[in-house]
């Protein structure tokens, strides 16, 4: 019988709960009925899981602290489905509780357990009781108090837990009406009993849970059926973005999720029918990538959709004409965007383009789904305004928020006008979200820069939209900017030389890269761009 946790402990605590997990998985995955029957909330804990027990095994971890740390980060950056981010927020906290403990008593998993739920309330949109997280807050609550052996107060958190179980079908007509209990709730109590049996030694008994009725299920772990899509990617950004986020996600779908691991990523999950539209949202909110999309019409099975096999009218909606519209500076940018068939808009000398301009453009290409990509930091709030006007006719549009024109480019490497639109969509997203940029520009004033104050005339070289370097030679910036960007490693470079650059000094940055990393694949195009006489992409 374990007076405290270690490092080994959480160790033996992710195997037991993995095993746990998956003996039962077919269970839970039949439980779930709320608010339409499940197929797969046993599986997604399981596999959350299972990745944050790859982590912690990966780890060198060292205390408890450290251990829990690598369960949680790995369980939230691998978790799937909004209960597989449930809990990984729960152990997100019980982390919290360890930060610089040396040992891991009752007054830990008090906090742990009370930091754990709060995380898992906030990160749900729109929480309701009779779920997982009534649960999770009926163990932390009956946890005894002032300073009782861990023994007795995990044994009383899974009983607490088992019992709120028992009294879901309570909370959630859904649950009485089938006879079952909650499916994330059931996962739940096992992850603590697993727990329990690492700290006691013994198997703690628990309640029996009844089998559900025979009845068909669709591929769709809670949500309503009215949203076509389930939507999940992984974010960088602070705690204010993913507020902002939160609430334009509630209002374009449910199931949603934002879980964070304490140091500015994100687990965001949420079912829509406006893929494009989700994806937007995560994109302006920060850094995306590991984007995922379920269309739950194409997962079901022939067997186990049911009425939803057919489906309604948009989840066997075919793409009509489609078009993409890009905003391109200089002739030669312009024209590599109108070589792959995009409709392009050349922001005016003296002022840029208005709303108006860009949305007369998309309803000029006669088509009923349109990829917006603005491919300037300061013209994606005009393609956003641009977008809800065209939407009011009846027009699908997505805005890819490029920064620059060779993330647009990059975007567009990839858009297949065959595929579905928000497939395309997300294609075309995750390949500008992986793709950094590099630009020279000359400052126009005095100011303050992240590395030092710049004088007028100066030359800025910025990498991802960030003064990085302060220079007056125009090679020696460049070749400074490229060094930089090799250091992470690079596959592609694009280079687009402005019109204010000096003859050759595209072949020199190509002769550069060459030499420094001979690997690379370097194009170099003459882009005629105004105010950067360099703009460097890199995959």
Do not use: K
Request: proline share 4%; charged share 20%.
């Amino acid at each position: 019988m374990l007076e405290s946790l270690d490092a080994d402990a959480i160790r033996g605590w992710s195997v037991a709960a993995v095993t746990s997990l998956d003996a039962h998985r077919a269970e839970i995955d039949d439980l779930n009925v709320f608010p339409v029957p499940d197929g797969d909330t046993g599986t997604n804990m399981a596999a959350t899981l299972r990745a944050g027990a790859d982590a912690l095994a990966a780890a060198d971890a060292a205390t408890v602290g450290d251990a829990l740390a690598a369960l949680a980060r790995g369980a939230i950056i691998e978790a799937r489905g909004n209960s597989g981010v449930i809990v990984a927020q729960l152990l997100n906290g019980m982390a919290t509780a360890a930060a610089g403990a040396d040992r891991y008593c009752t007054a830990e998993l008090r906090r742990g357990l009370a930091e754990g739920v709060s995380q898992a309330y906030h990160a749900v949109a729109e929480p309701v009781e009779g779920t997982i997280l009534t649960v999770a807050r009926a163990a932390s609550e009956q946890l005894p108090a002032g300073d009782v052996p861990l023994a007795r107060a995990i044994t009383a958190a899974v009983a607490a837990a088992d019992s709120a179980l028992a009294h879901t079908p309570d909370q959630l007509s859904a649950l009485a009406r089938a006879g079952v209990v909650d499916a994330g709730g059931r996962g739940l109590v096992l992850l603590l009993a697993a727990l329990a049996t690492v700290i006691t030694g013994r198997t703690p008994a628990l309640a029996n849970v009844a089998a559900p009725a025979a009845r068909s299920r669709v591929p769709r772990e809670s949500g309503s059926a009215a949203f076509e899509y389930e939507v999940q990617y992984l974010l960088q950004a602070g705690e204010q973005a993913t507020i902002a986020l939160r609430d334009r996600l509630s209002g374009l779908g449910d199931s949603v999720v934002v879980a964070g691991t304490g140091d500015g990523t994100w687990n965001v999950h949420a079912h829509v029918n406006d893929v494009g539209a989700a994806i937007e949202a995560g994109l302006a909110a920060g850094p995306t990538w590991r984007i995922s999309v379920v269309r739950f019409a194409d997962a079901a099975g022939p067997a186990d959709a049911g009425e939803h096999a057919a489906g309604p009218a948009v989840a066997t909606r075919a793409r009509t004409a489609g078009a993409v519209v890009t905003i391109a500076p200089g002739a030669g940018v312009r024209h590599l965007f109108a070589g792959e068939g995009v409709v392009v808009l050349e922001p005016d000398a003296g002022a840029d383009l208005q709303p108006h301009d860009v949305a007369a453009a998309v309803r000029g290409t006669g088509a009923t789904e349109v990829v917006l990509l603005p491919n300037a930091e300061r013209m994606t709030d005009v393609a956003h305004a641009a977008a809800e006007q065209v939407r009011a006719d009846g027009v699908r549009v997505a805005v890819v928020p490029t920064r620059s024109p060779v993330q647009g480019l990059a975007a567009i490497a990839v858009h297949d006008p065959a595929r579905r639109f928000d497939d395309d969509v997300v294609a075309m997203a995750e390949a500008a979200a992986a793709t950094r940029f590099a630009e020279i520009t000359v400052a126009t004033e005095r100011s303050l820069t992240s590395v030092g104050i710049c004088q007028q005339g100066d030359l800025l070289g910025l990498i991802d939209g960030e003064v990085v370097e302060i220079g007056h030679g125009l090679v020696a910036v460049a070749f400074a900017l490229v060094s930089r960007l090799l250091g992470v490693g690079v596959e592609l470079m694009t280079v687009l030389v402005g019109a204010d650059a000096p003859a050759g000094l595209g072949e020199l940055i190509a002769g550069h890269v060459r030499e420094r990393a001979p690997l690379t694949d370097v194009s170099v195009y003459v882009g005629g761009q105004p105010r950067y006489p360099l703009i460097i992409g890199v995959e």
